[in-house]
């Protein structure tokens, strides 16, 4: 059983997050989803960023740092989107993290992975926000700083695949996704 922090996108904390965490939990992990806003999520992607500014990146991580101090220190950070990146940014601080779980989105500062991190990614194929030249590099950086990494992509879906609400939705890669991040959790 793992510990895991589960952190929203830019639209907030949604009904699909928390199904998210469910669907940990019911794979026998303990699951924290903290609201990083304080505010209802938002309907579209352009209203979360509005939200994201009204809050603030520093007040994001920091009610994510806020979250995490309740977690033992092999806790899984894992992040949505936006999310994955604020995953990425805790890790600096939670040296001992027992993996790192990046859905939709990439994170982690090569600079803040210690050799034989265990690293899965989950993109959709093209993705908007993950240009090929950058999520290249990002994988060259992440392995040469000793990431045990394994990176899936899913052709055809949109960005955030995974949250039925959304015209992004693909039940198949969402499936898929969701069986690959409970196996690869299994031996954390």
Same mark, same amino acid.
């Given at each position: 059983?793992?510990?895991? =922090?589960? =952190? ?10 928390? &199904?998210?965490? /469910?669907? $940990? %939990? ?9 609201? $990083?806003?304080?505010?209802? &999520?938002? /309907? ?5 960023? &509005?939200?994201?500014?009204?809050? +603030? *990146?520093?007040?994001?991580?920091? *009610? ?10 092999? &806790? ?7 999310g994955a990146g604020v995953a990425g940014a805790l890790l600096?601080? *939670? ?9 939709? +989105?990439? +994170? ?8 034989? =991190? ?5 993109l959709a194929d093209p993705d908007e926000y993950e240009p ?5 590099? @990002? %994988? ?5 700083? +000793? ?22 939705? /693909?039940?198949?890669?969402?499936? =898929?996704? @969701?069986? %690959?991040?409970?196996?690869? $959790?299994? /031996?954390?």
């Amino acid at each position: 059983m793992a510990h895991i =922090l589960l =952190l929203h996108s830019v639209y907030g904390l949604r009904p699909a997050v928390l &199904a998210a965490a /469910d669907r $940990l %939990r019911a794979g026998g992990h303990e699951v924290a989803t903290p609201d $990083l806003y304080g505010l209802p &999520a938002a /309907d579209t992607v352009a209203e979360g960023f &509005a939200l994201l500014d009204k809050v +603030g *990146r520093e007040t994001v991580l920091d *009610r994510a740092r806020a979250a995490a101090c309740d977690l033992p220190a092999e &806790a899984v950070l894992a992040g949505l989107s936006m999310g994955a990146g604020v995953a990425g940014a805790l890790l600096a601080e *939670r040296p001992r993290a027992a993996a790192l779980l990046l859905l939709h +989105g990439t +994170g982690g500062a090569p600079e803040s992975v210690r050799p034989g =991190l265990p690293v899965q990614l989950h993109l959709a194929d093209p993705d908007e926000y993950e240009p090929p030249d950058e999520l290249a590099e @990002w %994988r060259r950086a992440m392995t040469a700083a +000793g990431a045990e990494l394994s990176a899936y992509r899913y052709p055809g879906p949109g960005h955030l695949y995974t949250d039925p609400a959304l015209p992004d939705h /693909d039940a198949l890669a969402a499936a =898929l996704t @969701w069986d %690959r991040a409970l196996a690869f $959790l299994a /031996d954390r």
